[in-house]
C-alpha cells in the first residue's frame, strides 16, 4: 500500500511540473517588432494565472472525494479498518487532485494566451 500511495505522488508532481507551453501563431505578413511586444503582454497575462492554485484546490478536492470512498470501501469490504482506508484513499485521491489541478492551471494559461493573441488579431494555430 505504502508503494502505491508513493507512486501516485511521484506521477502527481511530474504531473504537476507541466509548463506553460506557447500555442503557435501564424506570423505571416506580421510586423515582427509588433508581434514580439504583443506576445510579450500576452504572455505577461497567461503568468497571472496560476497552476499551483488549481492544483491546491484539486488536491483538496481529490483527498476530501478519496477519503470518503475509501472510508465507505473501508467499512463494507471489511479486513481493513474505516479509518486505514479512509487515510489511503485521501492520500490517493489527494495525489491525483493535485496532478489534474495542474494540468487544468497550464491548460488555463494556455487558453488565457491564446484569447489574448486572438484578440489582438493573428491566427492562433493550435
Known amino acids: 500500500m505504502k508503494r502505491f500511495v508513493a507512486l501516485a505522488l511521484a506521477s ?7 509548463s506553460f507551453s506557447q500555442p503557435m501563431v501564424d506570423t ?16 505577461q497575462y497567461a503568468a497571472q494565472v496560476s497552476p499551483v ?4 484546490v484539486g488536491a483538496l478536492g481529490g483527498a476530501a472525494a478519496g477519503a470518503a ?6 467499512a463494507l469490504v471489511g479486513g481493513v479498518g474505516a479509518g486505514e482506508a479512509a487515510a489511503f484513499g485521501a492520500a490517493t ?3 491525483l487532485g493535485l496532478g489534474g489541478g495542474a494540468v487544468t492551471g497550464v491548460q488555463n494559461q494556455n487558453d488565457v494566451y491564446r484569447r489574448c493573441m486572438a484578440g489582438r488579431g493573428y491566427n492562433v494555430l493550435n
Open 12 to 18: 502527481a508532481v511530474l504531473a504537476g511540473c507541466s
Open 28 to 43: 505571416k505578413g506580421v510586423d515582427s517588432a509588433r508581434f514580439n511586444q504583443d506576445k510579450y503582454e500576452c504572455e
Open 53 to 56: 492554485g488549481d492544483a491546491a
Open 69 to 74: 470512498l475509501g472510508a465507505i470501501t473501508g
Open 93 to 95: 485521491g489527494g495525489a
